[in-house]
């Protein structure tokens, strides 16, 4: 069974950083790309962050580019988004997706339940 895990959310401030995790369990880890995605309220979803299967490349949504860091530690089977100068339209719930084969990185076959992060002084 797929498990994606996702922890880390919480307050901070404009400026501020957080780094979100997400454990998964349940695939063959270092065959999948993964993504991160995230849902404000009332918003559509949105695809941010990638990476591929290898670690080789990382894609960004324009507006986390810059700012935000995916990255994917294979012998732990976790992946990790670096959020720095956070701000108040970064609030949303953040979630750790898995890519299909062959997908595109925006696809997902699977999901984690999220994790919240609210940006405000």
């Known amino acids: 069974q797929v498990q994606l895990v996702e922890s880390g959310g919480g307050l901070a401030q404009p400026g501020g950083s957080l780094r979100l995790s997400c454990a998964t369990s349940?695939?063959?880890?270092?065959?999948?790309?993964l993504s991160w995605a995230r849902q404000a309220p009332g918003k559509e979803w949105e695809w941010i962050a990638g990476?591929?299967?290898?670690?080789?490349?990382?894609y960004y949504e324009d507006t986390v580019k810059g700012r935000f860091t995916i990255s994917r530690d294979d012998a732990k089977r976790m992946v990790y988004l670096q959020m720095d100068s956070l701000r108040p339209e970064d609030t949303a719930r953040y979630y750790c997706?898995?890519?299909?084969?062959?997908?595109?990185?925006?696809?997902?076959?699977?999901r984690g339940q999220g994790t919240q992060v609210i940006v405000s002084s």
């Open positions: 997706t898995k890519v299909p084969p062959y997908g595109a990185f925006y696809e997902y076959d699977e």
């Open positions: 990476i591929s299967y290898d670690g080789q490349d990382t």
């Open positions: 349940g695939f063959d880890f270092s065959y999948y790309s």
